[in-house]
């Protein structure tokens, strides 16, 4: 396996090979020890020295489910720290497929030049792409299939991304064409878009397909054993089995309804009155009866066995779009007051095609409705909004900018964001693990750096919770580093040996079950240290104040976790020794 | 002397006898006291936590030149963390005269209401005053003077502050009623917007004007030789006795355009083809030969020595603004290339009645033209677009947030400026003082932390800079604390014996020489602990990329002063004992 690193100043590609050491580092984990090694902490994120990483990870390209999550990360235009953004789709794979691990985007070409990086058994190339501009996701991915082939990942970025706009993410493919997995949270797109790149088209020779030579396996049999054990697990728990397969994500909504804990109307309710109109139960059943192209499940990477995904038809039976999930229908379904599947549909598309993160843009348009510029529960509004966004006009140069500086501009002082990114759909005050999780990550204010609301708990009170977040998180961010999606922690999140015994029998290992929270408190250690080197600190790991401000209805509750309990997430005694910047 | 406490929410007045010990404290140093010890750190800039000071030194109402400096402070919604500013005017003497060392505004009204506090002997009453919403300064002026008479200090917001723009200031009145000496920087406007205060009036008796009242001076005989000493200093400096009086601060432009200095064409060069066209010797000359209202030499403060202010006449002799200074000259002029003292003295005008900070207005507004929103040189968009900061609209909101939120917004990276607030008309590539200044100084991207310019020593040069900033910005600390306008410096600055004796004698005390630089750590120390608690670090102190990366002509140079120069800064050694947060 090898890293490439493309330099859009010097248009020059270099390979070099994965050192030894690093052979198990994939996704979120080699990200980070990129940025903290080789980019400059308080560097604009825009500039020439911030560093776009493109990474998958150890296990992609092999019959593992679920292992080919595909992630981009850089320092955040958004949080102004480390950031890491995974999808599905089918790029973690196929990169794999050529051999590649990583790549590393550097430099900057001269104002307005644009390319498409173009790889392919050995071939790397930079492909002039003035023509894509300004193209949607939807009709970008055409034109790449026309010219590179249906069978090829894309990596993209829309118009949202070109106009360096932090709401912008980056966009896969899954196997179906479809472009819609995003890389969504960070602003990544936007970095992508202030290295002139477009699109990384990657085109593995098609007899590779489904294969594993992207890795050699070590010790085939015992591979087969171990892949096999995990995929029991996947099997054996509801969750995985039934849960997912059955619902989507979007099963979430009623729990996280009835707990009180659904954002609404900018996250100044708890439940939404019309939540049994977009749940997973109405989704599944609009789906249902709706047929045509409609799937109530759907994989988004080859061989996942959960599928949680799903393509959603409109009234003609024809995809409105695909998945439909859980963040999107609350960011821009209950957040919004926007009770009705078809105009969630149409929001979440447009966002897709401009290759803008849903919730960023959700909560971006909640502040909005807020500061009068529209009513809430006005979806035609907010679709020319976010169309407006990929136009780039002033409003939407404001909104693209995300939830924070739309509340700088409108005057909005009620913007739920943790270090400059907007929170996701669980509402920290009534599911308080998800303040710790908040606060506390490197990641700023994004749920999958690890969602509580699955855990036994009473979710309501703060006791416990900072334990409860932080064991998640670690755990999240070993599975993060491995390529690995984060739906099978229900599955195997107890059994690390599961894990450990995968990677042993491919890479020939003899690791032990504590591998994981070990990888993970890494990963995360070398995140915190490139954000104190970045500026962010203790006052960036703490809510908005009126979180602890207001009351949340039904329940009435406040953001109660004690300073002092966030601090304690740090306790030198638990991380052990911290990384510095420069280090390997 | 005394503290009134104002609560906004609860519309209750309260007034506390400033402590023994504090007797002395008055402006920037009783400001950062009040934020280290009151104000959550991380609290919302324009939240009910934050508190707005307004405040007096211990000399005001005395009759020593230059001694009525009126500050403003809070936690700073451009920087994030502890800021005060100041101005001359009125408002400073009227307080003392009152007995008044400061008025602390606390809380929140319901949204929409606003109110004038209005302060006479033995009063302190709010007054509703939505009778006022949207009224520029000058017209604002005309309705307090008639309801509460013309002998009044007003220190009041315009629109912009109403609107809770970061660029907003707060604006008092001069002897002749011109409501333009503005508490500029940081958007204390926008705080005092958000505590629904428009106008504090302060109605001294008349018989009290010139007198000192506010203070009784505890040894009569030795105070009039101290000042006495004191004023002969002033009258034997060149700086103080003729530059200023001649010139104003417009002088320095010869100066600084020679060294390649002069901010222009955002920041892009470092001279201006048309600098003699708005310098001192312009500036001058056009009041001379025009009359009419023109003055050249002007004090805003009762007794002033200096008198560096002027009042510049329009083409037909009638006054235009008042006054027209260096940072207008630089910000709105050079800075936009706009070449023209008219055109320069119509935005300066526009910018005092919204009530914005003509600093960070004249960044926004090269950034915008960097943008392409309009073009360098284009002075009538530019008044177009300070209007629309009154006005509130998109764009107005976009550019009323300052520089920095404009460059997220329309795209630019080049843009000025430091803790998110904008650098002022000294190049930091070219005199390279004002990289320390700007970078390390609590109070963000502000010249008035410490200009180093007038120092004898190789500007362009990194040897020795963080010195001599350093020791620059101590002894400013120290006179912004004591109300003294920071033009006495060159005349006292080495000779702080002149100012130990005239606190001496005023207060009964025995202080030795000192004293001052003693005041001025203490001062920038408390500053500082309340910065890192709000989050503001390392990563803060620095200036944005492009100074390092882009030679600025004529002589090309770079930002160059390493990181080790500036973070022995804030070495232990030289500062001692760091206050906490919480401490009196």
């Not at 248009?11 to 090694?37: M, Q, T, Y």
């Not at 009155?273 to 109530?296: N, P, S």
């Not at 990550?441 to 009170?461: C, E, F, I, K, Q």
Request: proline fraction near 6%; charged fraction near 20%; hydrophobic fraction near 40%.
């Amino acid at each position: 396996m090898e890293i490439l690193r493309v330099n859009m100043h010097e248009r020059s590609i270099r390979r070099e090979p994965l050192a030894g050491a690093d052979v198990l580092l994939g996704n979120r984990g080699l990200i980070g020890k990129v940025l903290l090694k080789e980019v400059p902490p308080t560097c604009h994120p825009l500039g020439p020295e911030n560093k776009l990483i493109i990474a998958a990870g150890p296990l992609a390209g092999t019959p593992l489910s679920s292992s080919a999550r595909l992630s981009v990360g850089a320092k955040s235009p958004l949080t102004g720290g480390a950031k890491e953004s995974n999808a599905g789709g089918v790029g973690g794979e196929q990169l794999a497929l050529l051999g590649i691990r990583a790549v590393i985007v550097e430099g900057q070409p001269a104002p307005g030049e644009q390319f498409v990086l173009y790889l392919a058994p050995g071939k790397a190339e930079l492909h002039p792409a003035s023509d894509y501009k300004g193209l949607g996701n939807y009709a970008l991915r055409e034109r790449l299939a026309e010219r590179y082939g249906a069978r090829t990942a894309s990596i993209a970025i829309g118009p949202a991304g070109e106009h360096l706009l932090a709401v912008a993410g980056v966009f896969v493919n899954d196997a179906d064409g479809t472009p819609s997995r995003a890389c969504g949270r960070g602003g990544m797109g936007a970095v992508m878009g202030s290295k002139g790149l477009k699109a990384v088209v990657v085109d593995p020779p098609a007899a590779d397909r489904g294969k594993t030579k992207g890795i050699p396996i070590a010790r085939p049999d015992e591979f087969r054993a171990a892949v096999r054990a995990f995929h029991g697990a996947l099997r054996e728990t509801p969750q995985t089995a039934v849960s997912y397969p059955r619902y989507g994500t979007a099963g979430a909504m009623a729990t996280v309804n009835a707990l009180g804990g659904l954002p609404t109307r900018n996250f100044s309710l708890g439940r939404f009155d019309d939540a049994e109109r977009i749940d997973g139960d109405a989704l599944r059943q609009l789906i249902l009866d709706r047929g045509g192209e409609g799937k109530t499940t759907h994989s988004c990477m080859t061989n996942c066995m959960i599928r949680c995904s799903n393509v959603f038809p409109g009234p003609d039976g024809r995809a409105a779009v695909s998945p439909l999930e859980y963040e999107s229908l609350g960011l821009l379904g209950s957040n919004l007051c926007i009770g009705d599947l078809d105009a969630i549909a149409r929001l979440n598309y447009l966002c897709n095609d401009i290759g803008a993160d849903v919730i960023e843009v959700g909560a971006a348009l909640g502040v909005a409705m807020e500061a009068g510029v529209l009513g809430f529960g006005d979806a035609g509004m907010a679709a020319q909004l976010i169309e407006t966004i990929g136009e780039a006009t002033l409003l939407g140069r404001v909104l693209g900018q995300g939830a924070v500086t739309t509340g700088r501009v409108l005057g909005v002082t009620r913007v739920p964001s943790v270090k400059g990114q907007s929170l996701a759909a669980h509402e920290p005050r009534a599911i308080k693990g998800m303040t710790v999780t908040y606060s506390m990550s490197p990641m700023g204010g994004d749920h999958t750096a690890g969602v509580t609301v699955r855990a036994p708990v009473n979710h309501h009170s703060p006791q416990g919770q900072m334990e409860l977040s932080r064991n998640v998180q670690v755990n999240i961010a070993a599975y993060d580093t491995l390529g690995m999606c984060m739906f099978v922690v229900p599955a195997v999140g107890q059994k690390p040996q599961l894990m450990v015994d995968v990677l042993n029998a491919a890479y020939g290992l003899e690791l032990m079950p504590g591998f994981i929270a070990d990888l993970g408190k890494e990963v995360i250690k070398r995140e915190r240290a490139f954000n104190l080197a970045a500026g962010l600190t203790r006052a960036h790991d703490r809510l908005p104040d009126f979180f602890r401000q207001e009351k949340l209805p039904p329940f009435d509750l406040v953001a109660d976790i004690t300073e002092a309990d966030l601090d304690r997430f740090w306790d030198p005694e638990f991380w052990g020794a911290m990384p510095q910047v420069g280090d390997s």
